[in-house]
């Protein structure tokens, strides 16, 4: 045992020193095991004196004292070698070693410091978080505190005084350090002071675990169909690697409701497993097939997602989903926000397997669509078993290639579907089945001379289809005595198909002649072509120059960029198999200007000889902001124009690029601080300039505000199946009120009314006045809402509480009206303890907006 000081004693003191350390006046350590030091405690202190009458010995004046790892600090600090206690008073303070402080007015401990009584003790750990208690007691590794409180909200800097964010009140807190978990009897929660909740007993882990078997924080739910719903999660840590929760709900109106989750992780990944199910109590409360699940009593999901790396390239995993109906996600609100957006129809389930190199990239994978939407129909969905994309870069090097050098691409890709049945699409105009008016179907099933007038489209295959391309590109770079950059560039593409569709099948939807959807129908857009294998080579040459031009004024540097482009290829079709089920989006901008192929897969490449043309200028502020423009066109120069020669989709069509000179892509940017940015991309008419195709994106981020806003306005592509102009209007915000508190907004205006299209189609008249005994009359406004939230919330170190409020567009389950759907979510997060939610669903709201109505008797 040593004993020691900062200063050096006086002749007394320094005498006294030597005799309680040879008398072990405070308390020696133990044995040590064999081989193992003995352990030693250090004292520090301005001045030591021991009583020899009372056996006592006191450190005074700044005393530290070390032993085991364990740092106390006071005042005053006496022991009594009697009761082998430690006594220490006056701004006394220990620290364990993980860090954590415990202050308090006076300390009663065993000489080991594991063991007695504190008085006003405060528990600082290294979480940031807090006990507090006029009385507590210690044995050895558990810490009672009696009237205690805990939280994990730090204390106002600038008033102490005031209420933590939240702190839990206890008759008595139960600290066990070994078990890692802390007990409250009687407990009490409260906000800013003011009690909101009461327990009896509870439980939680300590803050530094991570993992511990126990309740989670309940949560709540309301909705018209289901009632009120509860339920408590119990989360059990298994092992070190994997866990389950399990989570029993229980409906007023349905019953019981169970989720369980399985997660389990491994050194190169992991995977979990996630099984919901009920049994339905009142059916009656969903709408009837096929608006809704009917009297289906047993529903439920299961699904499964894992990623595992097999090296330092390799990943494979797995993205699965399995629904006892379409409808079951929506229904009881398990599902992923976006997929509340009616864009978002289907659940997509995949399997994959992907390599990534230094210059390549490998990627397999196999796809199984389920439609969420009453409007689908399933046995249109694709399988896709699989699909495989191959890439790899590597430069040539000069010296072996005669001078040669540059760059070589390569790409490969293999496509295998099949479904059921063939997807058709009427347009011009679109019409609806005559049973339920939710399936879109041809009234004739024929492919029409002039595309331009297409009644019916073929969206997929029904059938096996399978697809393979390879191609190879090579290109280099090269600039001129005077500053232009020439790169040349040659490429070859072999295609090679297999379409097999199915001749038979009939599927049980009805146009208005009472005719079902039929298979046999797709010959006239394959032109007859079936069990055949078709191919094609297509090789390829062109050049591309750019000069730019490089100037500075009084207002920062300015790059000015001249493009042109020339493409050649053999005047072949670009329809080689006949079949597009993967370049169907074709989308004409400044993006998009430069492509060797602006077609977007593997089914449609251009083909003839093409030029395209433009250029862009940049000018860059001395602030590091910029401003950037960029003006191209496009021209077919010599073959036939790929973009005029329309597959069973019509791709192509009214494209922009469709005639022998196209429109005008432009793009304008403006950035001039970083704060705020802007930027317009557009498509214009070749004759005049009347804007075709137009998106403007907005964002303003200067604090406390934060705004983005987005336009976007796509002239009718009637021939494609978009009779109408599509516009629309979105904004989204937040601004924070103070350091704590914040707002947010979102709206999105559907300005076309394109989701509000059902209300001038007379079959869906006629039907929803069936269903609802209501007839609809006039149209929506411009300004018609798509989507609409809002929310408020407060945020700091150990609270986060938002209370959000949405309307999203989606038909109602009843009656296949347009309607917005209403939810009000609130969400509280209290560090440490867990989170609570509450849903609760306020149910639709017909879209009226400018819409009138006629009650009428009519029922159905």
């Not at 080579?537 to 920062?556: D, M």
């Not at 189609?761 to 798509?786: D, E, H, K, R, Y």
């Not at 009656?815 to 303890?833: D, H, Y």
Request: proline share 5%.
């Amino acid at each position: 045992m040593t004993l020691t000081r900062p200063s050096a004693p006086s002749l007394p003191a320094a005498a006294l020193l030597l005799a309680l350390t040879a008398l072990g006046a405070f308390p020696a350590a133990a044995a040590p095991p064999a081989g193992g030091d003995n352990p030693r405690m250090v004292v520090e202190a301005k001045e030591l004196v021991y009583d020899e009458k009372k056996n006592t010995v006191s450190a005074r004046g700044n005393v530290q004292i070390y032993y085991k790892g364990r740092l106390l600090e006071a005042d005053r600090v006496i022991y009594d070698r009697n009761t082998s206690r430690v006594y220490a008073e006056g701004h006394a303070k220990l620290t364990e070693k993980d860090g954590t402080v415990a202050r308090a007015d006076r300390f009663d401990l065993t000489d080991d410091f594991k063991t007695g009584f504190i008085d006003s003790l405060q528990v600082d750990t290294t979480q940031n978080t807090y006990f507090t208690a006029p009385r507590a007691e210690r044995a050895g590794d558990t810490t009672t505190f009696d009237m205690g409180s805990y939280t994990a909200c730090e204390a106002c800097q600038d008033d102490p005084s005031k209420p933590r964010t939240w702190q839990v009140h206890a008759k008595r807190i139960i600290h066990d350090n070994v078990e890692k978990m802390i007990y409250y009897e009687d407990a009490s929660l409260e906000l800013l002071g003011v009690p909101v909740a009461y327990v009896p007993f509870w439980s939680s882990p300590d803050p530094s675990v991570k993992r511990k078997s126990g309740f989670l924080s309940p949560v709540f739910a309301y909705r018209s169909q289901l009632g009120a719903g509860f339920g408590v999660p119990y989360f059990w840590a298994l092992a070190p690697d994997y866990d389950l929760t399990i989570t029993p709900t229980f409906f007023t109106q349905q019953g019981p409701f169970v989720a369980a989750e399985f997660r389990q992780r491994f050194d190169n990944g992991g995977y979990t497993i996630r099984a919901e199910g009920t049994h339905v109590g009142n059916p009656g409360a969903f709408a009837a097939a096929p608006l809704g699940a009917g009297d289906r009593r047993w529903r439920g999901a299961v699904q499964s997602y894992g990623d595992f790396w097999l090296n330092n390239r390799w990943r494979a995993g797995w993205d699965v989903t399995a629904l006892s109906d379409r409808f079951f996600l929506q229904d009881y609100k398990q599902y992923n926000f976006l997929l509340q957006n009616y864009f978002f129809r289907e659940m997509s389930s995949t399997i994959y397997l992907t390599g990534q190199g230094p210059r390549s990239y490998f990627d397999m994978r196999g796809y199984y669509f389920q439609v969420l939407s009453p409007n689908d129909v399933q046995a249109q969905q694709p399988l896709v078993h699989p699909v495989i994309d191959y890439n790899r870069v590597f430069d040539i090097d000069p010296a072996r290639t005669a001078g040669v050098g540059g760059q070589v691409e390569l790409d490969a890709n293999v496509t295998s579907t099949s479904a059921d049945v063939a997807n058709y699409e009427s347009i011009n105009p679109r019409t609806l089945d005559s049973v339920y008016g939710l399936y879109n179907v041809c009234q004739l099933y024929a492919r029409d001379v002039v595309p331009q007038r297409s009644r019916c489209l073929l969206r997929g295959v029904g059938g096996d289809y399978q697809h393979a391309t390879i191609s190879g590109a090579w290109k280099r770079k090269a600039i001129d005595p005077i500053g232009g950059v020439w790169t040349p560039f040659a490429f070859a593409r072999f295609v090679g198909s297999y379409l097999d569709y199915d001749r038979q099948g009939l599927y049980p939807i009805y146009n208005q002649a009472w005719q079902p959807i039929p298979n046999a129908a797709q010959g006239q857009f394959f032109d007859g072509a079936d069990n055949r294998f078709r191919g094609q080579a297509t090789p390829g040459v062109g050049v591309e120059w750019r000069y730019p031009i490089l100037a500075r004024s009084l207002v920062g540097d300015i790059v000015v960029e001249p493009i042109a482009q020339l493409v050649a290829r053999p005047n072949q079709t670009s329809i080689p198999s006949l079949v597009n089920m993967d370049a169907q989006s074709l989308v004409f901008d400044d993006s998009t200007l430069f492509e060797w192929s602006k077609f977007s897969g593997y089914d449609r490449f251009e083909t003839g000889t093409r030029i395209n043309y433009g250029g862009q200028a940049t000018l860059t502020l001395p602030n590091g902001g910029f401003i950037n423009t960029m003006i191209g066109q496009s021209s077919q120069l010599a073959g036939a124009n790929s973009y005029a020669q329309a597959d069973a989709a019509n791709v192509g069509l009214n494209s922009g690029l469709n005639s022998r000179t196209s429109d005008i892509v432009g793009r304008f940017a403006f950035a001039p601080t970083s704060f705020l940015s802007f930027v317009g991309k557009g498509r214009f008419d070749k004759d005049n300039l009347r804007a075709r195709r137009l998106d403007v994106f907005a964002s303003l981020n200067l604090d406390p505000l934060w705004l983005e806003v987005q336009y976007a306005n796509y002239a009718s592509q009637q021939a494609i199946g978009f009779d109408m102009r599509r516009q629309g209007m979105s904004a989204t915000g937040r601004y924070n009120l103070t350091k704590n508190y914040f707002m947010t907004g979102t709206v999105t205006f559907d300005m076309s009314r394109y989701l509000y299209n059902s209300l001038t189609n007379p079959q869906t008249f006629a039907l929803n006045t069936l269903l609802t005994g209501v007839n609809l009359v006039g149209t929506a406004p411009v300004f018609s809402i798509a989507t609409l939230g809002g929310g408020f919330g407060y945020h700091d170190e150990c609270t986060t509480l938002s209370i959000n409020y949405s309307q999203i567009y989606q038909p109602q389950s009843l009656t296949g009206l347009p309607a917005r759907n209403q939810t009000v979510m609130v969400t509280l997060q209290l560090r440490t303890l867990g989170e609570a939610k509450f849903n609760y669903g306020i149910g639709s709201v017909l879209v009226n907006d400018g819409v009138t109505s006629q009650t009428t008797t009519t029922r159905w």
